[in-house]
C-alpha cells in the first residue's frame, strides 16, 4: 500500500452497493509533483533559450562569411579594374608601373557598389614580386551582427580583407 495516501472516510459505490476508501495526498506528495513540473518548465526554459542563442550565432556568423564573401568578391573585381587603371604616362616614360590618379577613387566606387556601401577600399598598392607586377587592395568591410547585438549589444565586425590581381598591360607573350 501507498505510504503517501491516508484514507480520510468512505464513498459508497450507489451500483454497486460498495464501499471504497477515499484518500487524500499528503502535502509532501503535493509538493514534490510540483517540484517535478516547476524542474521541466526551467528547464524547457533554459533549452529554448540555449536554442535561440545557438540560432543567432549561426544566423549573425553566417550574415558576416557572406559579408566577407561578398566584399573579396569586390576587393579582386577592384584591383583587377585598377590594374587596367595604370597611369601610361608614367609608364611610357621610364617603365614605372603606377595607378592612375582616378583608379582609387573608381575601385571605391566600384567596391562600395558591389557591397551596398557596406566596404570601403582603404590602400591600393603597385608591387612587384620578380616575375609579375600585382596591384594589391585592401578593403574594410563592416558586417553587421543583428541577433546578438539586440541580445548582447555586440556592435558590428570591421573586417580587413586584401587581395591582389595582375596588372593588365605591356606585353604578355612573345611575338604580341
Known amino acids: 500500500m501507498n505510504t503517501n495516501k491516508q484514507i480520510v472516510g468512505v464513498d459508497s459505490d450507489s451500483k454497486h452497493g460498495a464501499t471504497r476508501p477515499r484518500y487524500q495526498l499528503s502535502l509532501s506528495t503535493l509538493t514534490k509533483k510540483a517540484q517535478q513540473g516547476y524542474e521541466v518548465t526551467i528547464q524547457s ?6 536554442l535561440f542563442i545557438m540560432l543567432g550565432l549561426v544566423y549573425d556568423f553566417g550574415n558576416v562569411g557572406y ?26 616614360g621610364g617603365q614605372n608601373v603606377r595607378l592612375s590618379d582616378s583608379a582609387v577613387a573608381r575601385a571605391n566606387q566600384l567596391v562600395s557598389g ?50 591582389q590581381a595582375e596588372a593588365a598591360f605591356g606585353i604578355g607573350r612573345e611575338g604580341q
Do not use: C, E, W
Open 114 to 163: 558591389m557591397t551596398g556601401g557596406k566596404a570601403v577600399v582603404t590602400s591600393a598598392s603597385v608591387n612587384n614580386n620578380g616575375k609579375h607586377t600585382v596591384i594589391g587592395m585592401t578593403v574594410k568591410v563592416t558586417a553587421r551582427l543583428p541577433i546578438l547585438n539586440t541580445v548582447f549589444g555586440v556592435g558590428p565586425l570591421q573586417i580587413p580583407i586584401q587581395t
Open 67 to 92: 559579408a566577407i564573401s561578398v566584399a573579396r568578391s569586390a576587393a579582386l573585381s577592384a584591383a583587377q579594374d585598377a590594374g587596367k587603371q595604370v597611369d601610361t604616362g608614367a609608364f611610357m
Open 45 to 50: 526554459i533554459y533549452y529554448v533559450f540555449i
